[in-house]
């Protein structure tokens, strides 16, 4: 994933992601005699819930991060992160393996109540329209390109760069790139997956990635890898369709999540998930949100791309 001024367009995280965040909670559910009320959210986001609540549909795009098995459970880092969160609001979730361009298409229509988008600045990629978003990233994670060790390539600048094949995964239709994503050096791909095995033959040199799906490649495929050099921040949202027949009132059930998702930073219970998972080396891109600010907008013209700040973490 290459952008403008560092120009392809990588897929991540989906995360994260991730890190993304997925969903498969344990929920109270009140019982069928109980009438529709409002009840308070986690920092005080007022969501209703009613007798019968129906799971909420969350869409998993393909990613290092997720595994699915020969059933259809999602079992990853990525799934006990969001099952923790849900765990404190109490909802339960059904995991919906998606491609991440469908995912766009779905959230809108209220086929799936969540999925997570990625922005990346000056770059194609940005949050759909219309849709309620954390107003903060729930992360912010390095892009950089990287390559075989075993091939001892050396670049440090995308000049440097230009003269390679290089691979990035499909996040955005060919008619919306811009810039020098479209240029004849790079090659896209479905997911990370098909994005090593191009690397492994050799039919390209240099591939986009993020810390988290670099480990993962390394692990899975038994290769090593070597970071040339860092083009760009991959900032990780949480949508929410305003159009779900589940979500009775999608911007406070969005206020409510990510003031879950705060209270597992603050009490370490994020930081030691990543650690059962290995992953613990991640936990400098989660980024600390004021629980006081307004945490969920409806996503716009105006406020599609995410204001530039600090890239800073604590």
């Known amino acids: 994933m290459i952008y403008s001024p560092s120009p ?28 529709e009320g409002k009840v308070e959210g986690a920092l005080g986001g007022a969501i209703e ?26 079992q990853s ?31 809108k229509t209220g086929e799936i109540d969540m999925m997570y988008g990625i922005h990346i600045e000056q770059a194609s990629a940005r949050l759909p329209l219309n849709v309620v978003a954390s107003v903060e990233p729930r992360a ?30 499909r996040l955005v239709k060919p008619e919306q790139r811009t810039g020098q994503q479209d240029q004849g050096n790079i090659y896209y791909y479905k997911g990370v997956d098909s994005l090593t095995k191009a690397l492994l033959a050799q039919r390209i040199d240099l591939a986009t990635l993020e810390p988290g799906s670099a480990w993962f490649t390394e692990r899975r495929f038994g290769v090593q890898l070597q970071p040339m050099f860092r083009y760009a921040w991959l900032q990780s949202y ?53 629980a006081e600010t307004k945490l969920c907008r409806v996503t716009s013209w105006e406020n599609s791309q995410p204001k530039k700040r600090p890239l800073t973490f604590q």
């Not at 799971?55 to 999602?74: I, K, T, W």
């Not at 390095?142 to 290089?166: C, F, H, K, M, T």
């Not at 219970?269 to 290995?278: M, P, T």
């Open 49 to 74: 819930r009613p007798a019968e609540r129906p799971a909420l549909r969350v869409a998993m795009p393909p990613s290092p991060y997720v595994r699915v098995d020969s059933e259809g459970n999602v």
């Open 8 to 35: 392809v367009l990588t897929f991540t995280a989906l995360l994260m992601c991730a890190l993304c965040l997925q969903v498969n909670a344990q929920t109270q559910t009140a019982p069928r005699s109980a009438i």
């Open 238 to 290: 949480s949508l929410f369709s305003p159009f779900s027949p589940r979500l009775s009132d999608p911007q406070a059930f969005c206020q409510a999540f990510v003031g879950a998702r705060i209270t597992l930073l603050e009490t370490g219970e994020l930081e030691s998930i990543l650690n059962v998972h290995s992953l613990g080396f991640l936990m400098q891109y989660f980024r600390r949100v004021d």
């Open 77 to 107: 880092v990525t799934s006990d992160l969001v099952r923790a969160i849900m765990r404190h609001i109490g909802r339960e979730v059904r995991f919906i393996p998606m491609p991440y361009l469908r995912a766009f298409h779905a959230i």
């Open 140 to 169: 912010i994670f390095p892009l950089l390109l990287y390559a075989l060790a075993e091939r001892d390539i050396q670049v440090n600048s995308w000049s440097q760069a230009s003269g390679y094949r290089i691979g990035s995964v």
